[in-house]
């Protein structure tokens, strides 16, 4: 099965910062590679598919880059409404994978 | 517009059995992709199971040969059969839905939460 190391697991930061979050996959997954908000007590919410697809509706100050083993968000301008939790998932093969999540906080 | 709405969650004890359910409507479940995701309290997200349209189905190793996922046409609804249940199973338990091949998922459901305790 592909495994996912994502990191960093905890982020502090202040609205206006730019931030990076990476995901290793274990083996290659081309670009099958999607990245989820999730808030507490509600689902998670796409943002990014296929690696660098931005998710309809989803603010331009997200964006996905990588391919193959390491991929990244990086989130432009922090805006109030993003801090959350972060969760990168690899759907190459038929066992999806999440990495263990990212939590985005408030400097 | 594609909504799901999960239901059959509660107590249950270890070694037990419950069947999830996952009422679509905007889609037709016996022709589409539907995936299972779990998220045990204060944890992250777990994928569990999922079924294609053509009806294959594939699971995660950890509840590979205790979990069924199947497809109701006439309910146009989802379930998951869950069996053997352990204290580990203990989440909420999402369906989503995707509207292409690109996407792992774009529409989800609210979750019901599975509690295995004695």
């Known amino acids: 099965d592909v495994q996912m190391t994502q990191f960093p697991s905890t982020l502090s930061a202040s609205v206006g910062d730019r931030v990076t979050i990476t995901c290793r996959a274990s083996?290659?997954?081309?670009?099958?590679l999607a990245w989820c908000q999730q808030k507490p007590g509600t689902a998670p919410k796409l943002l990014i598919y296929?690696?660098?697809n931005l998710e309809s509706g989803v603010p331009s100050r997200f964006s996905g880059s990588g391919s193959g083993t390491e991929f990244t968000l990086t989130i432009n301008s922090l805006q109030p409404d993003d801090f959350a939790t972060y969760y990168c998932l690899q759907y190459n093969t038929y066992s999806y994978t999440f990495g263990q999540g990212t939590k985005l906080e408030i400097k | 517009e594609v909504q799901l709405v999960e239901s059959g969650g509660g107590l249950i004890q270890p070694g037990g059995s419950l069947r999830l359910s996952c009422a679509a409507s905007?889609?037709?479940?016996?022709?589409?992709?539907i995936t299972w995701v779990r998220q045990a309290p204060g944890k992250g997200l777990e994928w569990v199971s999922v079924?294609?349209?053509?009806?294959?189905?594939y699971y995660a190793d950890s509840v590979r040969g205790r979990f069924t996922i199947s497809r109701d046409k006439s309910e146009n609804t989802l379930y998951l059969q869950m069996s053997s249940l352990r204290a580990e199973d203990t989440a909420v338990y999402y369906c989503?839905?995707?509207?292409?091949?690109?996407?792992?998922?774009?529409?989800w459901g609210q979750g019901t939460l599975v509690t295995v305790s004695s």
């Open positions: 079924i294609y349209s053509d009806g294959k189905t």
């Open positions: 083996q290659s997954i081309s670009t099958w």
């Open positions: 989503a839905s995707r509207r292409s091949q690109l996407l792992p998922f774009d529409s």
């Open positions: 296929k690696a660098s």
């Open positions: 905007g889609l037709i479940v016996n022709s589409n992709y």
